[in-house]
Nanobody, 126 residues
Framework: QVQLVESGGGEVQSGRSLTLSCVAE??????????VTWFRQVPGAEQEGVAC????????KYGDSVKGRFFILRDTAKNMVFLQMNDLKPEDTATYYC?????????????????WGQGTQVTVSS
């Protein structure tokens, strides 16, 4: 069973940067096979898609609220997917999750995933 593990969250001031990491754990697990999505959630609110990267590293898409500030990339040698977050704002405060539906490409509309990790908390202070 594939388990996704996120790390890299923390508390930063507005305008700063953070990079989140996602790795797959478990026998034979590899993120290299799948499209990976990052989404975030604030207690009491719906999940919000942030970014997605296809299996090949292409087909990247971003949520409107993070375009131009956040960047998703994968390192196949390390079997990891990263979310580089720049110019963070207080409204970016949330728990961030990496997720997949074990498909190869990102959804053309919306966000598709059914498996995610425990999340990592990002707090941005003004």
């Amino acid at each position: 069973q594939v388990q996704l593990v996120e790390s890299g969250g923390g508390e930063v001031q507005s305008g700063r940067s953070l990079t989140l990491s996602c790795v797959a754990e478990g026998p034979g697990s590899s993120l290299d096979f799948y499209a990976v999505t990052w989404f975030r959630q604030v207690p009491g609110a719906e999940q919000e898609g942030v970014a997605c990267i296809g299996r090949s590293g292409g087909g990247i898409k971003y949520g409107d609220s993070v375009k131009g500030r956040f960047f998703i990339l994968r390192d196949t040698a390390k079997n990891m997917v990263f979310l580089q977050m720049n110019d963070l704002k207080p409204e970016d405060t949330a728990t961030y999750y990496c997720a997949t539906d074990f498909g190869r490409t990102c959804a053309s509309a919306g966000w598709e995933y059914d498996t995610w990790g425990q999340g990592t908390q990002v707090t941005v202070s003004s």
